[in-house]
């Protein structure tokens, strides 16, 4: 999706619902979702926990790629850097010391979020087995 017209965020300073706005107490050492990521174990909720601090700080667009960064000479250029690099330390800061930490080499955090979807997102077979054949297995006194 392109981008909006970045003249429209100029009141990025003072609108909390402007995705460039950043509060004082908005740090890169902020912890958004406990607990943190630990791989496919809890991935789908993780990641239900991060969208949901992600979009009440209107930041979901630097991770969805709805908000990609505007050509370095754009006068808004250094906030969307500010922004993106923030929402990338919350991600980092929201994964576990397990969970291989190959998001650190990314500068943009739509490319972190993507890296761990891609990673992470993924059916556990076994476990969809298991489940299915529990389910099978049930049975109400004697009856089957």
């Known amino acids: 999706m392109a981008n909006k017209n970045f003249e429209s ?11 460039f706005y950043l509060h004082p107490s908005e740090t890169p050492a902020v912890i958004l979702v ?6 496919n174990k809890n991935f789908q909720s993780w ?8 979009i009440s700080k209107n930041k ?10 505007p050509s370095k000479t754009d006068p808004f250029y250094n906030q ?8 990338l330390a919350w991600i980092r800061r929201s994964v576990s ?4 930490k190959s998001i650190v080499f990314f500068s943009k955090a739509s490319d972190a979020w993507k890296d761990l979807h891609d990673r992470f997102d993924q059916d556990d077979m076994f476990r ?3 489940i299915q ?12």
């Open 60 to 69: 979901m667009v630097f991770v969805d790629g709805t908000l990609t960064a």
């Open 97 to 100: 010391a397990n969970v291989p």
């Open 80 to 87: 969307w850097i500010c922004c993106n690099s923030m929402v």
């Open 133 to 144: 054949e529990n389910i099978c297995r049930l049975t109400q006194g004697s009856l089957a």
């Open 34 to 39: 406990t607990p943190p990521l630990e791989g």
């Open 9 to 19: 965020y100029t009141d990025f300073p003072t609108n909390v619902s402007n995705p």
């Open 128 to 130: 969809i087995v298991d």
């Open 47 to 54: 990641i239900h926990s991060m969208k949901i601090a992600l």
